[in-house]
C-alpha cells in the first residue's frame, strides 16, 4: 500500500498515528500536503452525529489557525489528528467550494478596497465564499450608497 494514497493518510489520521509524520521520508514529506488532510478530515460518511463532529471539530481544531502554522508540518498534521473522536477509520470524502459563475476579479477589487488590511489569499476567499448579493448587502451594512456600490459593482 502507498503511504501516500489518501485513503492510507486519513487511515493514519483517524487512528491518530501521531508518528506517521515523521515516519515519512524526506521524499515523502515533500510529496505529503497537510492541506488535503485538512479538507478530507471534515468530511465523514456516517451517521449525521459523526458527520457533525468531523465538521465541528475540524473547524475549531484545525481551520482557524491552520495557515498560521504553515512551515509547521508536523504541528499541522497533529492537528489534523486531533479531530478524530477515536471511532476507527471513516470513509472520509472531498467536498469542493462554492464555485461562482464567471470571474470573480470586479468582487476581489471591491473587497481589497473595502478591507485594505486584509490580507489578498483572505480576500480571495471571500470572494469564493460569497455571492454578489451578499457582498452588496455586507457593503451596504458597512455604510457605503447604494450609487457607490453600483460603480464598483454594477
Known amino acids: 500500500m502507498d503511504k501516500l494514497s489518501i485513503n492510507n493518510e486519513m487511515a ?6 501521531r508518528e506517521f509524520y515523521d515516519e ?19 468530511n465523514v460518511e456516517g451517521s449525521s452525529d459523526l458527520q457533525a ?3 465541528l471539530a475540524s473547524n475549531e481544531r484545525v481551520n482557524i489557525n491552520f495557515f ?5 508540518t508536523k504541528l499541522q498534521w497533529l492537528m489534523c489528528t486531533s479531530v ?3 471511532m476507527g477509520k471513516q470513509r472520509h470524502y472531498w467536498l469542493s467550494s462554492k464555485k461562482k459563475e464567471g ?14 488590511a486584509m490580507k489578498s489569499n483572505d480576500i480571495a476567499l471571500m470572494a469564493e465564499l460569497n455571492t454578489e448579493k451578499e457582498i452588496k448587502i455586507m457593503a451596504k451594512e458597512l455604510g457605503m450608497s447604494d450609487s457607490d456600490i453600483k460603480k ?3
Do not use: C, V
Not at 12 to 17: S, W
Not at 68 to 72: A, E, G, I, L
Open 12 to 17: 493514519q489520521l483517524d487512528m491518530k498515528n
Open 24 to 42: 515519512l521520508t524526506d521524499e515523502e514529506r515533500k510529496k505529503f500536503s497537510t492541506y488535503l488532510m485538512m479538507k478530507y478530515s471534515a
Open 53 to 55: 463532529w468531523y465538521l
Open 68 to 72: 498560521d502554522f504553515n512551515k509547521h
Open 84 to 86: 478524530s473522536p477515536g
Open 103 to 116: 470571474s470573480n476579479t470586479k468582487i476581489i477589487k471591491f473587497l481589497s478596497k473595502l478591507y485594505p
Open 152 to 154: 464598483e459593482l454594477g
